[in-house]
Protein backbone atom coordinates (compact mmCIF):
# COMPACT_ATOMS: atom_id res chain seq x y z
CA UNK A 1 0.00 0.00 0.00
CA UNK A 2 1.57 3.01 -1.30
CA UNK A 3 2.17 6.07 1.39
CA UNK A 4 1.35 3.71 4.75
CA UNK A 5 2.79 5.62 8.07
CA UNK A 6 3.20 3.84 10.88
CA UNK A 7 3.99 4.54 14.29
CA UNK A 8 7.31 3.25 15.24
CA UNK A 9 8.03 6.61 16.63
CA UNK A 10 6.12 10.49 17.23
CA UNK A 11 7.38 11.01 13.96
CA UNK A 12 4.27 11.76 11.63
CA UNK A 13 2.11 13.03 15.01
CA UNK A 14 2.21 16.95 15.33
CA UNK A 15 3.08 17.94 19.08
CA UNK A 16 1.53 21.38 18.91
CA UNK A 17 1.91 23.95 21.68
CA UNK A 18 0.42 23.62 24.67
CA UNK A 19 1.18 26.99 25.60
CA UNK A 20 2.13 29.63 22.26
CA UNK A 21 3.86 32.57 22.15
CA UNK A 22 2.17 35.90 22.67
CA UNK A 23 0.87 37.01 19.41
CA UNK A 24 1.09 33.83 17.96
CA UNK A 25 -1.25 32.82 15.43
CA UNK A 26 0.05 28.86 15.67
CA UNK A 27 -3.23 27.24 16.19
CA UNK A 28 -3.26 24.65 19.70
CA UNK A 29 -3.13 21.23 18.06
CA UNK A 30 -1.34 19.22 20.83
CA UNK A 31 -2.43 15.51 21.25
CA UNK A 32 -3.56 14.35 24.14
CA UNK A 33 -5.16 10.69 25.65
CA UNK A 34 -3.11 8.74 23.30
CA UNK A 35 0.00 6.19 23.51
CA UNK A 36 2.07 4.15 21.19
CA UNK A 37 1.22 0.69 22.73
CA UNK A 38 3.71 -2.22 21.15
CA UNK A 39 1.42 -6.11 20.74
CA UNK A 40 2.57 -9.42 20.91
CA UNK A 41 2.20 -12.25 18.39
CA UNK A 42 0.29 -15.17 18.92
CA UNK A 43 2.82 -17.82 19.23
CA UNK A 44 1.66 -20.94 17.46
CA UNK A 45 3.06 -24.00 19.42
CA UNK A 46 3.28 -26.51 16.26
CA UNK A 47 6.36 -26.57 14.99
CA UNK A 48 6.40 -25.98 11.24
CA UNK A 49 10.03 -27.31 10.57
CA UNK A 50 11.85 -30.05 12.70
CA UNK A 51 15.43 -31.80 12.21
CA UNK A 52 14.15 -34.63 10.59
CA UNK A 53 17.34 -35.61 8.13
CA UNK A 54 20.54 -36.90 8.76
CA UNK A 55 21.95 -33.77 7.87
CA UNK A 56 19.99 -32.39 10.69
CA UNK A 57 21.31 -34.82 13.32
CA UNK A 58 22.67 -32.24 15.44
CA UNK A 59 20.33 -29.43 15.17
CA UNK A 60 18.33 -26.82 12.64
CA UNK A 61 19.75 -23.17 13.28
CA UNK A 62 18.32 -19.43 14.12
CA UNK A 63 20.31 -18.72 10.89
CA UNK A 64 17.31 -19.02 8.77
CA UNK A 65 15.81 -16.27 5.40
CA UNK A 66 11.86 -17.14 5.24
CA UNK A 67 10.41 -15.06 1.43
CA UNK A 68 7.41 -15.33 0.26
CA UNK A 69 7.41 -15.41 -3.38
CA UNK A 70 4.56 -15.82 -6.29
CA UNK A 71 2.79 -17.62 -3.32
CA UNK A 72 5.51 -19.96 -2.51
CA UNK A 73 7.45 -19.34 1.18
CA UNK A 74 10.36 -20.50 0.85
CA UNK A 75 13.20 -20.72 3.80
CA UNK A 76 16.65 -21.29 3.08
CA UNK A 77 17.74 -22.51 6.74
CA UNK A 78 21.29 -23.86 8.54
CA UNK A 79 21.78 -27.48 9.75
CA UNK A 80 24.71 -29.27 11.60
CA UNK A 81 24.96 -32.65 10.95
CA UNK A 82 27.17 -32.70 14.22
CA UNK A 83 27.76 -31.57 17.14
CA UNK A 84 30.67 -29.17 17.16
CA UNK A 85 32.21 -25.84 17.95
CA UNK A 86 33.67 -25.23 14.36
CA UNK A 87 31.37 -23.09 13.34
CA UNK A 88 31.84 -23.86 9.28
CA UNK A 89 30.79 -27.19 9.89
CA UNK A 90 27.30 -26.02 8.95
CA UNK A 91 25.28 -26.19 5.59
CA UNK A 92 22.99 -23.99 4.30
CA UNK A 93 19.35 -26.19 3.33
CA UNK A 94 16.09 -25.00 1.61
CA UNK A 95 12.06 -25.87 2.07
CA UNK A 96 9.14 -24.65 0.28
CA UNK A 97 5.80 -24.39 1.62
CA UNK A 98 2.63 -23.33 -0.13
CA UNK A 99 1.00 -22.34 2.91
CA UNK A 100 3.70 -21.51 4.97
CA UNK A 101 3.11 -24.23 7.48
CA UNK A 102 3.64 -27.52 5.58
CA UNK A 103 7.07 -27.38 4.23
CA UNK A 104 8.55 -29.68 2.15
CA UNK A 105 12.35 -30.59 1.59
CA UNK A 106 13.17 -31.09 -2.15
CA UNK A 107 16.05 -33.30 -3.12
CA UNK A 108 18.08 -31.02 -5.29
CA UNK A 109 20.89 -33.21 -6.25
CA UNK A 110 23.48 -30.45 -5.53
CA UNK A 111 26.41 -31.26 -2.82
CA UNK A 112 26.31 -34.67 -1.33
CA UNK A 113 25.94 -35.70 2.41
CA UNK A 114 27.82 -38.95 2.97
CA UNK A 115 28.34 -39.92 -1.17
CA UNK A 116 24.68 -39.47 -1.64
CA UNK A 117 23.00 -36.12 -3.27
CA UNK A 118 19.33 -36.59 -2.42
CA UNK A 119 19.18 -33.80 0.07
CA UNK A 120 18.03 -30.64 0.40
CA UNK A 121 21.60 -29.35 0.73
CA UNK A 122 22.64 -26.48 -1.20
CA UNK A 123 26.11 -25.05 0.19
CA UNK A 124 28.88 -25.25 3.11
CA UNK A 125 28.18 -21.88 4.62
CA UNK A 126 28.08 -20.46 7.95
CA UNK A 127 25.87 -17.52 9.06
CA UNK A 128 23.30 -16.91 5.96
CA UNK A 129 21.22 -14.48 5.13
CA UNK A 130 19.04 -14.07 1.30
CA UNK A 131 17.72 -11.28 -0.49
CA UNK A 132 14.96 -11.07 -2.87
CA UNK A 133 15.77 -8.40 -5.32
CA UNK A 134 13.26 -7.88 -7.37
CA UNK A 135 15.09 -4.57 -9.21
CA UNK A 136 18.08 -7.11 -10.38
CA UNK A 137 18.46 -8.75 -13.19
CA UNK A 138 17.32 -12.15 -13.51
CA UNK A 139 20.64 -13.57 -13.35
CA UNK A 140 21.33 -12.05 -9.91
CA UNK A 141 18.00 -11.39 -8.22
CA UNK A 142 18.63 -14.06 -5.03
CA UNK A 143 21.18 -12.61 -3.00
CA UNK A 144 23.51 -14.23 -0.56
CA UNK A 145 25.79 -13.51 1.81
CA UNK A 146 27.52 -15.51 4.96
CA UNK A 147 30.77 -15.29 6.75
CA UNK A 148 33.75 -16.91 6.55
CA UNK A 149 36.87 -17.21 9.36
CA UNK A 150 40.26 -17.24 9.34
CA UNK A 151 41.42 -19.62 12.32
CA UNK A 152 44.98 -17.93 11.86
CA UNK A 153 44.04 -14.45 13.71
CA UNK A 154 42.37 -13.78 16.60
CA UNK A 155 38.51 -14.66 17.49
CA UNK A 156 36.46 -11.87 16.17
CA UNK A 157 39.14 -10.48 14.17
CA UNK A 158 39.38 -12.91 11.71
CA UNK A 159 35.74 -12.78 9.81
CA UNK A 160 35.02 -11.47 6.00
CA UNK A 161 31.20 -11.84 4.77
CA UNK A 162 31.15 -13.50 1.54
CA UNK A 163 28.46 -13.31 -1.09
CA UNK A 164 26.41 -14.63 -4.11
CA UNK A 165 24.16 -14.28 -6.68
CA UNK A 166 21.44 -16.80 -8.00
CA UNK A 167 18.53 -17.01 -10.94
CA UNK A 168 16.86 -19.23 -8.61
CA UNK A 169 17.79 -19.31 -4.65
CA UNK A 170 19.19 -22.76 -5.20
CA UNK A 171 22.19 -22.95 -7.84
CA UNK A 172 24.57 -19.85 -6.52
CA UNK A 173 27.36 -17.97 -8.05
CA UNK A 174 29.93 -17.09 -5.96
CA UNK A 175 31.56 -13.42 -5.70
CA UNK A 176 35.13 -13.41 -5.76
CA UNK A 177 35.96 -10.39 -4.17
CA UNK A 178 34.69 -9.82 -0.40
CA UNK A 179 31.85 -8.23 0.36
CA UNK A 180 33.26 -7.09 3.60
CA UNK A 181 36.92 -7.61 5.65
CA UNK A 182 35.97 -6.68 9.12
CA UNK A 183 35.95 -7.90 12.33
CA UNK A 184 32.55 -9.45 12.81
CA UNK A 185 30.49 -12.33 13.97
CA UNK A 186 27.32 -14.19 12.47
CA UNK A 187 23.98 -13.47 12.21
CA UNK A 188 24.55 -10.46 9.19
CA UNK A 189 21.14 -9.52 7.57
CA UNK A 190 20.91 -8.40 4.02
CA UNK A 191 18.17 -6.02 3.09
CA UNK A 192 17.22 -3.36 0.14
CA UNK A 193 16.30 -0.27 1.36
CA UNK A 194 13.43 0.99 -1.68
CA UNK A 195 13.83 5.09 0.39
CA UNK A 196 17.68 5.25 0.00
CA UNK A 197 18.11 2.71 -2.90
CA UNK A 198 21.00 1.11 -0.58
CA UNK A 199 21.77 -2.21 -0.09
CA UNK A 200 22.19 -2.88 3.81
CA UNK A 201 24.27 -5.25 5.83
CA UNK A 202 23.18 -5.25 9.68
CA UNK A 203 26.39 -6.88 11.16
CA UNK A 204 27.13 -8.53 14.30
CA UNK A 205 30.24 -6.72 15.71
CA UNK A 206 32.41 -7.47 18.79
CA UNK A 207 34.84 -5.28 19.15
CA UNK A 208 35.44 -1.36 19.48
CA UNK A 209 35.24 -1.69 23.18
CA UNK A 210 37.78 -2.41 26.20
CA UNK A 211 35.57 -5.70 27.08
CA UNK A 212 34.03 -6.90 23.33
CA UNK A 213 30.28 -7.61 23.64
CA UNK A 214 28.58 -8.16 20.19
CA UNK A 215 26.60 -5.36 19.06
CA UNK A 216 25.12 -4.44 16.33
CA UNK A 217 26.78 -1.55 13.31
CA UNK A 218 25.28 -1.08 9.80
CA UNK A 219 27.20 -0.99 6.58
CA UNK A 220 25.85 0.44 3.55
CA UNK A 221 26.31 0.24 -0.57
CA UNK A 222 24.87 1.64 -3.85
CA UNK A 223 25.43 -2.16 -5.42
CA UNK A 224 26.06 -5.67 -3.95
CA UNK A 225 29.78 -5.42 -3.54
CA UNK A 226 32.37 -2.49 -2.23
CA UNK A 227 30.17 -2.14 1.28
CA UNK A 228 31.81 0.40 3.69
CA UNK A 229 33.12 0.08 7.10
CA UNK A 230 30.29 -0.99 8.71
CA UNK A 231 29.26 2.05 11.35
CA UNK A 232 28.08 0.39 15.22
CA UNK A 233 25.02 1.66 16.05
CA UNK A 234 23.67 -0.16 19.03
CA UNK A 235 25.82 -1.84 22.09
CA UNK A 236 24.81 -2.89 25.10
CA UNK A 237 22.37 0.01 26.65
CA UNK A 238 23.24 1.61 30.21
CA UNK A 239 19.41 0.59 31.13
CA UNK A 240 20.74 -3.39 30.71
CA UNK A 241 22.40 -5.64 32.98
CA UNK A 242 26.23 -5.82 32.51
CA UNK A 243 25.63 -9.39 30.53
CA UNK A 244 23.70 -8.70 27.96
CA UNK A 245 24.65 -8.82 24.22
CA UNK A 246 22.96 -8.14 21.51
CA UNK A 247 23.30 -11.25 19.47
CA UNK A 248 21.75 -11.02 16.09
CA UNK A 249 19.67 -7.75 14.96
CA UNK A 250 16.26 -9.59 13.40
CA UNK A 251 16.45 -6.50 11.52
CA UNK A 252 13.38 -6.09 8.98
CA UNK A 253 12.22 -3.27 6.97
CA UNK A 254 8.34 -2.90 7.92
CA UNK A 255 6.60 -4.08 5.04
CA UNK A 256 5.00 -1.78 2.52
CA UNK A 257 5.86 1.59 4.72
CA UNK A 258 7.93 4.10 4.31
CA UNK A 259 10.72 5.35 6.35
CA UNK A 260 9.59 2.47 9.23
CA UNK A 261 11.75 0.12 10.35
CA UNK A 262 12.12 -2.96 13.06
CA UNK A 263 14.13 -5.28 14.90
CA UNK A 264 13.23 -8.52 16.44
CA UNK A 265 16.49 -8.72 18.44
CA UNK A 266 17.62 -11.54 19.83
CA UNK A 267 19.28 -10.25 23.73
CA UNK A 268 22.18 -12.97 25.27
CA UNK A 269 22.25 -12.90 28.26
CA UNK A 270 25.53 -14.73 29.49
CA UNK A 271 24.74 -15.40 32.93
CA UNK A 272 21.94 -17.15 32.60
CA UNK A 273 22.92 -18.50 29.00
CA UNK A 274 20.10 -17.77 27.53
CA UNK A 275 18.18 -15.74 24.78
CA UNK A 276 14.76 -13.64 24.37
CA UNK A 277 13.66 -11.62 21.51
CA UNK A 278 13.54 -7.99 21.93
CA UNK A 279 11.29 -5.46 19.61
CA UNK A 280 13.13 -2.38 18.73
CA UNK A 281 11.57 0.37 16.01
CA UNK A 282 13.10 3.37 13.86
CA UNK A 283 12.51 5.66 11.46
CA UNK A 284 15.36 5.99 9.31
CA UNK A 285 17.18 2.42 10.92
CA UNK A 286 19.83 4.20 12.31
CA UNK A 287 18.36 5.52 15.48
CA UNK A 288 16.36 2.76 17.18
CA UNK A 289 13.90 2.70 20.23
CA UNK A 290 13.14 0.14 22.62
CA UNK A 291 9.12 0.56 23.37
CA UNK A 292 9.24 -2.09 25.77
CA UNK A 293 12.36 -0.99 28.14
CA UNK A 294 14.40 -4.36 28.97
CA UNK A 295 11.36 -6.47 28.95
CA UNK A 296 11.18 -9.32 26.37
CA UNK A 297 9.10 -8.90 23.28
CA UNK A 298 8.56 -12.58 23.11
CA UNK A 299 10.51 -14.37 26.35
CA UNK A 300 12.29 -17.49 26.53
CA UNK A 301 8.88 -19.44 28.38
CA UNK A 302 6.54 -18.24 25.68
CA UNK A 303 5.77 -21.84 24.67
CA UNK A 304 5.73 -23.54 28.28
CA UNK A 305 8.36 -25.83 27.47
CA UNK A 306 12.50 -25.49 28.63
CA UNK A 307 13.38 -23.31 25.81
CA UNK A 308 16.80 -21.98 26.52
CA UNK A 309 17.41 -20.19 23.41
CA UNK A 310 14.22 -18.18 21.50
CA UNK A 311 15.48 -16.34 18.36
CA UNK A 312 13.71 -14.95 15.74
CA UNK A 313 14.66 -15.80 11.51
CA UNK A 314 14.79 -12.99 8.84
CA UNK A 315 11.41 -12.56 7.24
CA UNK A 316 7.60 -10.95 7.70
CA UNK A 317 5.38 -12.99 5.48
CA UNK A 318 1.85 -11.74 4.34
CA UNK A 319 -0.76 -14.00 5.20
CA UNK A 320 -3.24 -12.67 2.66
CA UNK A 321 -5.95 -12.67 5.43
CA UNK A 322 -5.29 -9.65 7.77
CA UNK A 323 -2.36 -11.29 9.41
CA UNK A 324 1.83 -11.59 9.11
CA UNK A 325 4.01 -14.44 10.02
CA UNK A 326 7.53 -14.82 11.22
CA UNK A 327 9.36 -17.62 12.31
CA UNK A 328 10.95 -18.45 16.08
CA UNK A 329 13.41 -20.93 16.58
CA UNK A 330 13.42 -22.84 19.97
CA UNK A 331 16.33 -24.35 21.16
CA UNK A 332 16.69 -26.50 24.29
CA UNK A 333 20.05 -26.14 24.78
CA UNK A 334 21.86 -23.05 26.37
CA UNK A 335 24.39 -21.41 24.14
CA UNK A 336 27.83 -22.46 26.28
CA UNK A 337 26.81 -26.12 26.29
CA UNK A 338 29.50 -28.38 25.48
CA UNK A 339 28.59 -30.32 22.45
CA UNK A 340 28.71 -34.03 23.74
CA UNK A 341 26.21 -33.25 25.92
CA UNK A 342 23.36 -31.58 24.20
CA UNK A 343 20.16 -32.37 23.18
CA UNK A 344 20.59 -33.80 19.61
CA UNK A 345 18.41 -33.16 16.87
CA UNK A 346 17.40 -29.69 18.30
CA UNK A 347 15.61 -26.34 17.23
CA UNK A 348 12.59 -26.36 15.25
CA UNK A 349 10.90 -23.14 13.89
CA UNK A 350 7.59 -21.74 15.16
CA UNK A 351 5.22 -19.51 13.37
CA UNK A 352 4.32 -16.12 15.56
CA UNK A 353 1.01 -14.43 13.95
CA UNK A 354 0.50 -10.88 14.18
CA UNK A 355 -1.90 -8.38 12.81
CA UNK A 356 -1.01 -6.44 9.38
CA UNK A 357 0.86 -3.70 10.75
CA UNK A 358 0.12 -5.23 14.52
CA UNK A 359 3.39 -4.45 16.09
CA UNK A 360 2.84 -0.97 17.30
CA UNK A 361 -0.45 1.26 17.11
CA UNK A 362 -1.49 4.98 18.50
CA UNK A 363 -3.58 3.71 21.23
CA UNK A 364 -6.60 5.69 23.31
CA UNK A 365 -7.89 3.91 26.10
CA UNK A 366 -10.41 6.59 25.93
CA UNK A 367 -11.28 9.63 24.80
CA UNK A 368 -8.02 10.75 22.42
CA UNK A 369 -6.81 13.11 19.85
CA UNK A 370 -4.10 14.08 17.44
CA UNK A 371 -3.12 15.85 14.27
CA UNK A 372 -0.86 14.54 11.86
CA UNK A 373 2.26 16.55 10.69
CA UNK A 374 1.65 18.11 7.13
CA UNK A 375 1.25 15.10 4.80
CA UNK A 376 1.04 15.05 0.62
CA UNK A 377 -2.25 13.75 -0.84
CA UNK A 378 -1.45 11.31 -3.21
CA UNK A 379 -3.93 8.44 -3.20
CA UNK A 380 -7.46 8.87 -4.11
CA UNK A 381 -8.78 7.80 -0.44
CA UNK A 382 -7.84 8.03 2.94
CA UNK A 383 -7.29 3.81 4.12
CA UNK A 384 -6.90 3.65 7.86
CA UNK A 385 -6.23 0.00 9.89
CA UNK A 386 -7.59 0.52 13.00
CA UNK A 387 -9.51 -1.87 16.04
CA UNK A 388 -12.63 -0.46 17.01
CA UNK A 389 -14.12 -2.62 20.14
CA UNK A 390 -17.67 -2.07 20.88
CA UNK A 391 -18.31 1.28 22.30
CA UNK A 392 -15.35 2.93 20.81
CA UNK A 393 -15.00 4.62 17.21
CA UNK A 394 -12.52 6.88 15.48
CA UNK A 395 -13.20 10.06 13.38
CA UNK A 396 -11.04 11.40 10.63
CA UNK A 397 -10.83 14.76 9.48
CA UNK A 398 -8.91 16.83 6.82
CA UNK A 399 -7.72 19.90 7.72
CA UNK A 400 -5.49 22.92 5.99
CA UNK A 401 -2.04 22.17 6.72
CA UNK A 402 -1.79 26.15 8.43
CA UNK A 403 -4.70 27.25 10.10
CA UNK A 404 -5.88 23.79 10.40
CA UNK A 405 -10.06 24.39 9.71
CA UNK A 406 -11.61 21.63 8.19
CA UNK A 407 -11.86 21.42 4.55
CA UNK A 408 -15.16 21.38 3.31
CA UNK A 409 -16.80 18.19 2.83
CA UNK A 410 -14.15 16.70 4.72
CA UNK A 411 -15.44 17.57 8.51
CA UNK A 412 -15.51 15.20 11.61
CA UNK A 413 -19.05 15.65 12.13
CA UNK A 414 -19.96 14.25 8.46
CA UNK A 415 -17.22 11.30 9.15
CA UNK A 416 -18.93 7.82 8.63
CA UNK A 417 -18.65 4.91 11.16
CA UNK A 418 -16.40 3.01 10.67
CA UNK A 419 -16.05 -0.85 10.24
CA UNK A 420 -14.61 -2.38 13.33
CA UNK A 421 -14.41 -6.07 11.53
CA UNK A 422 -12.15 -4.85 8.89
CA UNK A 423 -8.64 -4.45 8.92
CA UNK A 424 -7.71 -1.98 6.08
CA UNK A 425 -10.94 0.53 5.08
CA UNK A 426 -11.85 3.61 3.32
CA UNK A 427 -12.79 6.72 5.44
CA UNK A 428 -15.54 8.82 4.05
CA UNK A 429 -17.86 11.93 4.80
CA UNK A 430 -21.34 11.49 3.81
CA UNK A 431 -20.32 8.84 1.65
CA UNK A 432 -17.75 10.23 -0.12
CA UNK A 433 -14.41 8.53 -0.31
CA UNK A 434 -12.47 9.99 -3.23
CA UNK A 435 -9.96 12.65 -2.36
CA UNK A 436 -9.04 13.34 -6.46
CA UNK A 437 -9.36 17.17 -5.72
CA UNK A 438 -7.38 17.48 -2.89
CA UNK A 439 -4.43 15.44 -4.60
CA UNK A 440 -1.14 16.78 -4.91
CA UNK A 441 -1.40 18.77 -2.20
CA UNK A 442 -0.62 18.77 1.10
CA UNK A 443 -3.04 18.88 4.47
CA UNK A 444 -2.78 17.42 7.76
CA UNK A 445 -5.01 14.86 9.04
CA UNK A 446 -6.90 15.33 12.52
CA UNK A 447 -7.89 11.47 14.10
CA UNK A 448 -10.37 11.86 17.13
CA UNK A 449 -10.75 8.33 19.02
CA UNK A 450 -12.16 6.58 21.64
CA UNK A 451 -11.25 3.67 23.11
CA UNK A 452 -9.23 2.30 20.00
CA UNK A 453 -6.23 1.55 17.79
CA UNK A 454 -4.80 3.00 14.71
CA UNK A 455 -2.26 1.00 13.48
CA UNK A 456 -1.66 2.42 10.16
CA UNK A 457 -3.20 4.58 7.29
CA UNK A 458 -2.15 5.58 4.08
CA UNK A 459 -3.19 8.63 2.15
Known amino acids: MENKYVFVDWSCVEPGYGTVWPYSKTPV ?24 KPWESSCINAYATFIKIENKVKVWYEVFSEASMDDMK ?26 DYNNNLIKNVHGTCVLYDKHADISQRYKLIWVQYNREKPFFQGCSIHGAVSADGIHWNDIEKPLLNNPSDTQNILEYDEDTKQYLIYTRQCVDYPVPRRSVSLSKSSTFSDFDEPVMIMHNDPNDPPDWDYYTSGYHKWPGAKNAHIMLMDVYK ?20 RPMGQQPYIDRTSYKE ?56 VTADELGGFYTIKLDIQSDKLMINAHIPYGGWIKASIVDRNTCEEIPGFESDS ?33 EMFKSKIYAFSI
Open 29 to 52: ISPYGIKIETHKPFLEEKPVLIPD
Open 90 to 115: SNLAYAESDDGVNFVKPDLHIMPFNN
Open 270 to 289: RTSDTFDIHLLTSRDGIIWY
Open 306 to 361: KDLRLSSTKGIIDNEDGTWSFYVDANPNAHNIPPDIRIKQSGQYRRAVIREDGFTS
Open 415 to 447: CDKLDSNKIWQAVSWNGKSSLNDLKECSYRIRF
